[in-house]
């Protein structure tokens, strides 16, 4: 069975820090990746995803992730958070046969 | 706006009542997924369509529950007979391909009394 772990529940960071938020998945088939994020009062926006290449991708606002396809893993990381970047993430796991598996969620507080 | 739109955006009914909630998905996408997400998951899989084929549904989508797509376009999510743990936040979206992006609705919010 598919799924998807997020080893951080709630991760509270001072503006400027860096962060790393960890996603691991299993799934012995081919498998894209994407990172969510839902802002206070709005729905689910699309991040970044990896499909397949260059294993470190880059997405919106400063954000960007690796995949480690040996570790099946594929973290979201910034350099230095902003105030604006209180959210929630998700990581998900997509197949082409249109399976689809989300983690449960790293809720972070960047502190003014 | 071109997103995805979800009608109604909140909804509050009585246990054993139906209830039927509408999907819009971007106009050019061909699938179209529900999930239903509760405080502190992630969004779960329910089923999804490709055009008006509905292609796989997840073991969480009881007999209660039934989903449509006719013309391949908006769908419909009912739900008969609601229970107290039906109450949860019901999202859509949609992809122009398998495996690809899906871009979410608002979503409706269901609370069964």
């Known amino acids: 069975a598919q799924s998807v772990s997020q080893h951080n529940h709630h991760v509270i960071l001072s503006e400027a820090a860096s962060l790393e938020l960890g996603c691991n998945y299993s799934y012995g088939g081919t498998v894209n990746l994407f990172w969510y994020v839902q802002y206070p009062g709005q729905h689910l926006q699309l991040l970044l995803k990896y499909f397949s290449g260059d294993p470190l991708v880059k997405g919106i606002k400063g954000f960007e992730a690796e995949f480690i396809k040996s570790k099946f893993s594929f973290n979201l990381r910034k350099p230095s958070v902003q105030w604006s970047d209180t959210a929630e993430y998700f990581c998900?796991?997509?197949?082409?046969?249109?399976?689809?598996?989300f983690g449960d969620g790293t809720t972070l507080t960047v502190k003014p | 706006d071109t997103g995805v739109s979800q009608d109604p955006r909140h909804k509050i009914t009585k246990r054993g009542q139906n209830v039927t909630f509408r999907c819009d998905p971007i106009?050019?996408?061909?699938?179209l997924y529900w999930y239903r997400q509760t405080l502190g998951q992630g969004p779960e899989f329910l089923t999804y369509?490709?055009?008006?084929?509905?292609?796989?549904k997840s073991r969480l989508l009881s007999d209660r529950f039934s989903a449509e797509r006719p013309k391949g376009s908006f769908s419909t999510l009912e739900i008969q007979r609601t229970e107290q743990g039906d109450s949860a936040m019901y999202l859509c979206?949609?992809?122009?391909?398998?495996?690809?992006?899906?871009?979410f609705g608002p979503g409706t919010r269901l609370l069964v009394l």
């Open positions: 998900a796991v997509f197949t082409n046969a249109g399976k689809s598996t």
């Open positions: 106009s050019e996408h061909n699938r």
């Open positions: 369509f490709q055009n008006e084929a509905q292609l796989e």
């Open positions: 979206a949609s992809s122009p391909e398998g495996g690809g992006a899906q871009y």
